[in-house]
């Protein structure tokens, strides 16, 4: 059964599930074409230490860099278009690689060239994420993010985090303005 979760909710992911080492984080999105601009979403990963900071060039992964030093945390491409249904990006995360001094793993969505283009995520509906089980495609749960985020051009939508040993899947939704160069400066990246 999957689990519905809203903004602000967390809910164990490891714990209660043996064999849950690997977790697909699916992200999907749907844009307006209202003008015929192309959008250009773009997920990314920020692997954090206990002071919530990337602590290495190579604990961000992006379309720019599709894995992790230890290939921990990879990302499975650039989707330039986000047409069709279902993921339109995808993170997989493999807790067993995950050096001890990453506490959490940041998810995030930005839109390429917002500002140049005039965009922002209130021209983005149906926005998603899921995590899936790695090993066997069950869908454990779904994050479906409803908020207008009319002037926003990059959202943390989801944090995968350490707790007690086990890891934890928290639903953020937080939106920002300046892109994913903001993100950059808020977890430590000099851009």
Not at 32 to 56: E, P
Not at 70 to 97: A, R, Y
Not at 170 to 179: E, K, Y
């Amino acid at each position: 059964m999957v689990i519905n979760l809203q903004k602000g909710q967390k809910v164990d992911l490891t714990k209660g599930r043996a064999g849950l080492n690997k977790a697909m984080v699916g992200l999907g999105w749907d844009v307006n074409q209202f003008d015929g601009t192309d959008f250009d979403l773009d997920a990314s990963a920020f692997l954090l230490d206990a002071n919530g900071k990337v602590s290495r060039e190579t604990d961000f992964v992006f379309y720019n860099n599709l894995k992790a030093e230890e290939e921990c945390v990879v990302h499975t491409g650039d989707n330039l278009t986000g047409e069709g249904d279902g993921d339109d990006e995808q993170v997989i995360i493999d807790f067993s690689k995950v050096p001890d001094r990453i506490e959490k793993v940041a998810i995030a969505v930005t839109i390429h060239e917002a500002a140049a283009r005039n965009q922002n995520f209130g021209l983005v509906q149906n926005a998603f994420a899921r995590v899936v089980n790695a090993n066997t495609n069950e869908e454990i749960l779904r994050y479906d993010l409803s908020e207008d985020y009319s002037i926003e051009t990059a959202l943390v939508v989801c944090e995968l985090y350490r707790h007690n040993g086990e890891w934890k899947f928290a639903a953020v939704g937080s939106g920002f303005q300046d892109g994913l160069a903001g993100l950059c400066r808020l977890y430590g990246l000099n851009v």
